[in-house]
Nanobody, 114 residues
Framework: VQLQASGGGSVQPGGSLRLSCAASGSILSIHTTGWYRQVPGKQREFLAGITDGGYTNYADSVKGRFTISRDNIRNTVSLQMNNLRPEDTAVYYC?????????WGKGTLVTVSS
């Protein structure tokens, strides 16, 4: 499974960004896809996940601000991020789980600053 994330960038506090992740390769039986983020010196943090059946879950830190969605035909997963805060600044990674194995895309940087 190969994952390619896009959509990072710089935005002012209160702004919005949409991240997208395209999956290719052995994409059959990908059960869960999701988004994580990491800042230097800290562990990678779970943000949001969505199953192939459409069940979603979110970290408390982003609940109500971020929305994850999945297009099973285009094999993409997106993260709509609204009301961004400076503490959302991080490298964001998309993730896929297939037969219990985790796959990661290269990160995309999101910077929230005035």
């Amino acid at each position: 499974v190969q994952l390619q994330a896009s959509g990072g960038g710089s935005v002012q506090p209160g702004g919005s960004l949409r991240l997208s992740c395209a999956a290719s390769g052995s994409i059959l039986s990908i059960h869960t896809t999701g988004w994580y983020r990491q800042v230097p010196g800290k562990q990678r943090e779970f943000l949001a996940g969505i199953t192939d059946g459409g069940y979603t879950n979110y970290a408390d830190s982003v609940k109500g601000r971020f929305t994850i969605s999945r297009d099973n035909i285009r094999n993409t997963v997106s993260l709509q991020m609204n009301n961004l805060r400076p503490e959302d600044t991080a490298v964001y990674y998309c993730n896929a789980v297939r037969y219990g194995r985790h796959y990661w895309g290269k990160g995309t940087l999101v910077t929230v600053s005035s």
